[in-house]
């Protein structure tokens, strides 16, 4: 078994974390061959070295990959990618918990499935909702070598507003790991070439 992608934050005094446990084949890139079974799975602390597990926030015998989590109020948010093979057209899904991750919503989709899509970081600014990712749209097939920087922007009750490149510099081959709204800046975290050199770059761009 191999576990994945953790993301922990704190809410009063209790810390969340989640992590991904992978039973059988890793990222399979053969759509004829089975793939392996991903677990979202969230645990909670109080001192971070004792550890409860709280629930299965998602499964599948899909990759579920690059999760991201927040909190909005006394909501957990915890926003992951879906594809069906390595490499692959792939969705970004958010699920929510309100009972500090008993239970869980249904997925929302935030990004369709209408290219390779790697989710950064969701983030809450000002009443909005912004999504920030990397995606190879312009030049499918192609992943990380061929992606560019998005964000998606959704108004406060999560409706979808706009979705917009972001311009940086090199514009392609890159993979978003963070990002900070600054006004009406947005300062960015991201390997450049990243299946070559894999430049690790911090850059402030306009927020579109």
Request: net charge negative; glycine share 6%.
């Amino acid at each position: 078994d191999l576990r994945i992608d953790p993301t922990i934050i704190k809410i009063g005094k209790t810390y969340y974390m989640t992590s991904t446990l992978i039973k059988g084949t890793v990222n399979q890139s053969d759509p004829n061959a089975e793939n392996g079974y991903y677990t979202i799975e969230m645990y909670s602390s109080e001192d971070l070295k004792n550890w409860t597990h709280i629930s299965d926030i998602a499964a599948a015998e899909n990759n579920l990959e690059d999760v991201d989590i927040m909190a909005d109020g006394d909501v957990i948010r915890v926003t992951y990618e879906r594809e069906t093979r390595d490499k692959a057209p792939s969705t970004i899904l958010q699920v929510s918990s309100a009972d500090g991750g008993k239970t869980w919503s249904s997925p929302v989709t935030l990004v369709s499935e209408n290219a390779d899509n790697e989710p950064a970081t969701f983030i809450k600014e000002d009443g909005s909702y912004y999504m920030f990712y990397s995606s190879d749209y312009h030049e499918p097939g192609r992943s990380y070598n061929g992606a560019s920087a998005y964000v998606a922007k959704f108004d406060s009750s999560m409706n979808p507003v706009s979705t917009d490149e972001l311009i940086t510099i090199p514009s392609d081959g890159i993979l978003l790991y963070e990002a900070a709204i600054r006004g009406n800046q947005v300062q960015l975290l991201f390997a450049s070439d990243y299946l070559g050199s894999d430049n690790l770059q911090i850059q402030t761009v306009a927020l579109p």
